[in-house]
């Protein structure tokens, strides 16, 4: 999947914060998505790495994408059909 | 950058099995209060059924005065805040700069207190299971308690723990 091609409902950034703070943020968010709206979550907890996809597969969402960029990670997340 | 293959199992429209955790939160120390807290605000973050069964000392954490009180160890407690020979840890105000220590240790890295965790997990839906029996032999009151808790006992929360996933013991 190109990620150019990716287009975002909703940005989330987590800068600074950790764990569980991006999880339970990003759970808000995509709470607030419809099923197939894509959020962009920005994290910079090193724990993101392995956290973020283990979010969205427990979620029942798919991580569709993800960007390293210095220091950062950005996730493309649809929300799935759950809720 | 890097494209990631969507999973057989999460196809859309898949039904979601709701999961569950069990906790069993026992210290009452403020290094102690975090984890359970963590681990049931994550939880309830990732969809499941989340409890924790607040006993022993752990009920502190329940306890309206004292959760705002609750402290660090500085005796026995090697890799607490102020790393000292032992002894040095029962020195008066060891204690309360061990906890000021971790409490600034938080702030500066953006993580809530215990109040504004416990807030997130009642908002989240977790079930707060307060320990009965702690209730009685501690002298506890209902009234003593936040708002919002199941005061039940050991059966109650094992008939909750027996549907868990994941059961841990803090």
Known sequence: ????????????????????LPVYKAGIALGKLEPGQILRLICTDPGSLADIPAMARQRGDTLLASDSTEGSQVFWIEKGSQT | MTALERPADLE??????????ALVASKGTLDQA????????TAASLGWEVGIYFTFYGL????KDRMEHLK???????SGPIRVPNLLGAMPGATAAATKMMKNWMKNAKMPDLAEFME????LGVTLFACATTMGVMGVKDSDLI???????A????DFAAGADVQLYI
């Open chain 2, 12 to 21: 859309p429209g898949a039904e979601p099995v709701r999961k569950r955790l």
């Open chain 2, 120 to 123: 997130m997990a009642r908002d």
């Open chain 2, 60 to 63: 502190d954490i329940l306890h």
């Open chain 2, 147 to 153: 708002e919002g808790c199941d005061i039940a006992g």
């Open chain 2, 34 to 41: 975090y984890p359970p807290l963590i681990l049931a605000t």
């Open chain 2, 155 to 158: 059966a109650a929360f094992l």
């Open chain 2, 72 to 78: 660090v160890a500085s005796l026995a407690n090697p």
């Open chain 1, 1 to 20: 999947m190109d990620i150019e091609q990716l287009e975002a409902t909703d940005t989330l950034d987590t800068s600074g914060l950790l764990c569980p």
